[in-house]
């Protein structure tokens, strides 16, 4: 990719400045781009250094909730709409980013008849909205395929906006972290960006940066391996099993990727830092040897942060007057993320696209 600017180490002025160069932050920055404001994006760490450069690469529609449980928690329209949205975003960066999408579906198996009975509820419900669902049996267990789910390459995506959001004339710092954010400036070691808006696009650790949202989103660890080319197995699409916890796919090289086991240890991730932990990594050495049926060498192991709130839905708020945090996406947020970050932008610039009525209708406690 061209190279971003380097840290910010001089004060400088733009419509909006955006705090975080993930997938959100930067589809953010691209939107308020092609809405004509000036824009200046930073990040602490390097452009995909957090949770998007470094997740599981499934882009399935939806929420974190799947449908029917999203219907029951949030009502069949807004479930739907949300469905519907996301499921359109998935076409959407397959036609923005498409060197880094594979159309591939995706698949949700049962280990047991009780993991079943909730994946046969989900099918129901994705077909009474009028959703392809189909039932297979696969060598992982008894599922449902959806034909228009994806995978993408995380790191290409990112860098792939990084290029774009650089073409449309965004300045882009990395190593610059946003110590001090207010709606008329934000603050970093060696700098200073003086802006009319301020969006903070960080999903692990958002209440850090916000304070404000404190008790409202909680950071967690995700963890993952990845193996050597398994020539042993073949993973046709990626898969979710054990009610959503664990997912896994193959690379086109041949790799298996497989993260999950965080409700191995729930205590445990909590706030952790983005490091392996030998409680999950084990259980997902058990996963890959017992459930995918590789024996491939695991050749990375790694963790990410990302934030939850209670209810499942994910934050988009103006925090504080022409502040605006994006963030908590529940461990899915490569479809969301996007969303409300162009969504966000347009807010800025004037225009209610209306997710926020639905994602974020009501401030709520943890
Ligand atoms: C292991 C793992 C697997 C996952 N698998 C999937 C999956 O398969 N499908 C899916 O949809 N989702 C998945 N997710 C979730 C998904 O990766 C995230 O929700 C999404 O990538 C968040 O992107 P983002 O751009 O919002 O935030 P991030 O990628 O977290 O980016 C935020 C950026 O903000 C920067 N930052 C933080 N604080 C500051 C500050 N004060 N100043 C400046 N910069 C700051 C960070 O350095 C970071 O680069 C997974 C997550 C993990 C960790």
Same mark, same amino acid.
């Given at each position: 990719m061209s190279p971003p600017n380097n840290r910010l180490d001089t004060v400088i002025r733009a419509d909006l400045c955006v705090v975080g160069l993930g997938a959100s932050g930067l589809s953010a920055i691209l939107e308020a781009r092609r809405l004509g404001l000036t824009v200046v994006g930073v990040d602490a !760490?390097?452009? /995909? *250094? +957090?949770a998007a450069g470094a997740n599981g690469g499934i882009l399935r529609a939806g929420l974190s909730k799947f449908h029917h449980e999203a219907v029951s928690a949030f009502g069949r329209e807004p479930a739907a709409a949300l469905y519907r949205l996301s499921a359109a975003e998935i076409d959407r960066v397959a036609e923005e980013t498409p060197e880094a999408v594979t159309r591939t579906g995706s698949l949700r198996v049962a280990a047991d008849d009780a993991e079943w009975a909730d994946v046969a509820a989900q099918m129901r419900s994705l077909r009474d909205d009028g959703i392809e669902a189909e039932e297979r049996e696969t060598t992982f267990g008894r599922g449902i395929y959806i034909p228009h789910d994806a995978s993408v390459h995380p790191v290409a995506r990112v860098h792939a906006l990084a290029r774009a959001c650089s073409t449309e004339g965004a300045l882009l710092f990395e190593q610059t972290p946003a110590l001090h954010i207010s709606g008329s400036e934000v603050h970093s070691p060696g700098g200073r960006i003086s802006c009319g808006a301020v969006i903070v696009?960080?999903? +692990?650790?958002l209440e850090q940066a916000v304070p404000a949202l404190g008790g409202i989103v909680r950071t967690t660890r995700l963890q993952m391996l990845a193996t050597a080319p398994a020539t042993d197995v073949s993973i046709p699409c990626p898969v979710s099993a054990s009610f959503g916890f664990d997912y896994f796919r193959q690379l086109p090289d041949g790799r298996v990727a497989l993260g999950g086991g965080r409700n191995r240890s729930f205590d445990t991730e909590?706030?952790? =830092? /983005?490091e392996p932990s030998t409680v999950v990594q084990s259980y997902l050495d058990g996963v890959l040897r017992s459930r995918i049926r590789t024996q491939a060498p695991v050749t990375h192991r790694w963790a990410a942060q990302v934030s939850y709130t209670s209810t499942g839905l994910p934050v988009m708020r103006e925090?504080? =007057?022409?502040v605006w945090a994006i963030g908590?996406?529940? *461990?899915? *947020? !490569?479809l969301v993320g996007s969303l409300c970050g162009r969504s966000v932008a347009r807010l800025i610039a004037g225009t209610d696209d209306g997710l926020r009525a639905l994602v974020d209708p009501a401030p709520r406690a943890c």
């Open positions: !760490n390097v452009i /995909a *250094g +957090g696009a960080v999903d +692990g650790g909590w706030g952790a =830092p /983005a925090v504080e =007057p022409r908590a996406y529940c *461990g899915t *947020g !490569n």
